[in-house]
């Protein structure tokens, strides 16, 4: 089976660009998670979806940050307008069902740069 | 206070040691825990979870739950070189969620 797959997979880009992150998550699994990762700060969950609805985006930063799952094989997570300090590495992941039991499957990520 | 706290390291052993990493949790409602390994700039792999209080045995691998002291450990016997990487901790408290440490490095020497 194909993993998580992410793109692009570098994305560099100024300040006040509108930034958009892609997500396909492994057939399937029904829960799809949005993460984030800085040296500082570690693996932070911005946002999950079960069955493509969002369930809580109680990590998302700020309002400049958006995602959608409008069917069951893609995600996206924009970023408009950006900022330096979103610069960092977003992994998507899913799981088969709820992540207590279950292990999440990491995408490669995108390694997001904003100058 | 961080939710999930482990030591940023790195822990150096010589291969052959057995490494030990550690993690401490706040959320005494936790249930379950997790071992993820990152190698350097790639993503996190699951590596083993636990449930319940004792030992839990996989390979090289044996991760540790103490849930009185809060308290997760993961050991890997025979170290080899390419267990070199990040290996990150997290814990699950509920409601679909969970919460990651910061990683431990790892870096085991020939």
Redesign the interface.
């Given at each position: 089976d194909a993993g998580v797959i992410q793109s692009p997979r570098h994305e560099v880009t100024e300040m006040g660009q509108e930034v958009t992150l892609r997500c396909k998550p492994i057939s399937g699994h029904d829960?799809l998670f949005w993460y984030r990762q800085t040296m500082m700060?570690?693996?932070?969950?911005l946002i999950?979806f079960?069955n493509n609805v969002p369930?809580?985006d109680s990590g998302m930063p700020e309002d400049r940050f958006s995602a959608k799952m409008p069917n069951a094989s893609f995600s996206t997570l924009k970023i408009q307008p950006s900022e330096p300090r979103d610069s960092a590495v977003y992994?998507c992941a899913s799981s088969r069902t709820?992540?207590?039991?279950q292990?999440?499957h990491?995408?490669?990520?995108t390694r997001l740069s904003i100058l | 206070q961080k939710e999930v706290e482990q030591n940023s390291g790195p822990l150096s052993v010589p291969e052959g040691a057995i490494a030990s990493l550690n993690c401490t949790y706040s959320d005494r409602g936790s249930?379950?825990f997790?071992w993820y390994r990152q190698y350097s700039g790639?993503?996190?792999?699951?590596i083993m979870?636990i449930?319940s209080n004792g030992d839990k045995e996989d390979g090289r691998f044996t991760a540790q739950l103490n849930k009185a002291s809060q308290y997760v450990s993961l050991l890997i016997r025979d170290s080899q070189p390419s267990d070199s990487a990040t290996y990150?901790c997290a814990c699950?408290p509920?409601?679909?969620?969970?919460?990651?440490?910061?990683?431990t490095r790892l870096l085991v020497s020939p």
């Open positions: 829960y700060r570690g693996l932070e969950l999950y079960n369930i809580d992994f709820g992540v207590g039991h292990p999440q990491f995408g490669d990520g | 249930q379950s997790f790639k993503s996190p792999e699951l979870f449930y990150l699950y509920g409601f679909q969620k969970l919460v990651f440490g910061t990683g």
